[in-house]
């Protein structure tokens, strides 16, 4: 929260629409890494984790960030094992930024 309130200048309007925003993209990028996956899509799923990665930086959740860098990088690794272990990380962090990003957003509106 600290990242966006900083990029936003603590414009609570903002800060709210781009959270809300990220949440919408990772788990719509989350359902294409899942069909990927299924498709043992290592090109895919690292120009997804590449995709996410940036996002995720920018709102500043660098641990999910580093998830998503290292998704990105078993594609040129060739490494598959490596790529479901990240997956497996992936969707609860995911389910943990959303709550967190919730929890202010509720606290906002109070």
Avoid: Y
């Amino acid at each position: 929260m600290a990242a966006l309130r900083q990029m936003f200048h603590n414009n609570n309007a903002l800060v709210r629409k781009f959270g809300l925003k990220f949440i919408e993209v990772a788990n719509d990028t989350l359902a294409e890494m899942k069909e990927a996956q299924s498709k043992k899509d290592l090109a895919e799923l690292g120009r997804l984790g590449h995709k996410l990665k940036s996002s995720a930086r920018t709102i500043g959740a660098s641990s999910f960030a580093d998830l998503c860098e290292g998704l990105e990088k078993t594609n040129t690794n060739n490494d598959w094992s490596g790529a479901e272990s990240l997956l497996e990380k992936i969707p609860p962090l995911l389910e943990r930024i959303t709550q967190q990003l919730e929890n202010e957003f509720s606290e906002m509106s109070e």
